[in-house]
């Protein structure tokens, strides 16, 4: 059965930083490229960072130098590493690969920025 799992949202301050964990289970995890998606309130899912096969990543801008991925095809675990944290990161973060592939998606981890 194919699943995602995405774990450890919460609430933080500004500044603040959180650790995501994407667990998935029925994919061949080691040959895919995966990613995490986000989508804030009132808006479309949008793709913020992609994880090669190989460990490589690829962060879009908006959020480069703040946020970083990493993997563990032993464990077919993925992870979003988010360091300074803003208000305008608050959204519900989604595991998936890139393009996403796979369904269902996760029930995704809700992240919430706020002083």
């Known amino acids: 059965q194919v699943q995602l799992v995405e774990s450890g949202g919460g609430s933080v301050q500004p500044g603040g930083s959180l650790k995501l964990t994407c667990v998935s289970s029925?994919?061949?995890?080691?040959?895919?490229?995966m990613a995490w998606y986000r989508q804030a309130p009132g808006k479309e899912r949008e793709l913020v960072a992609s994880?090669?096969?190989?460990?490589?990543?690829s962060i879009r801008d908006s959020w480069k130098g703040r946020f970083t991925t990493s993997r563990d095809n032993d464990k077919d675990t993925m992870f979003l590493h988010m360091n300074s944290l803003k208000p305008e990161d608050t959204a519900v973060y989604y595991c998936?690969?890139?393009?996403?592939?796979?369904?269902?998606w996760g029930q995704g981890t809700q992240v919430t920025v706020s002083s």
């Open positions: 998936n690969t890139n393009p996403p592939t796979i369904r269902p």
């Open positions: 029925g994919v061949a995890f080691r040959f895919l490229t």
């Open positions: 994880i090669f096969t190989d460990g490589r990543e």
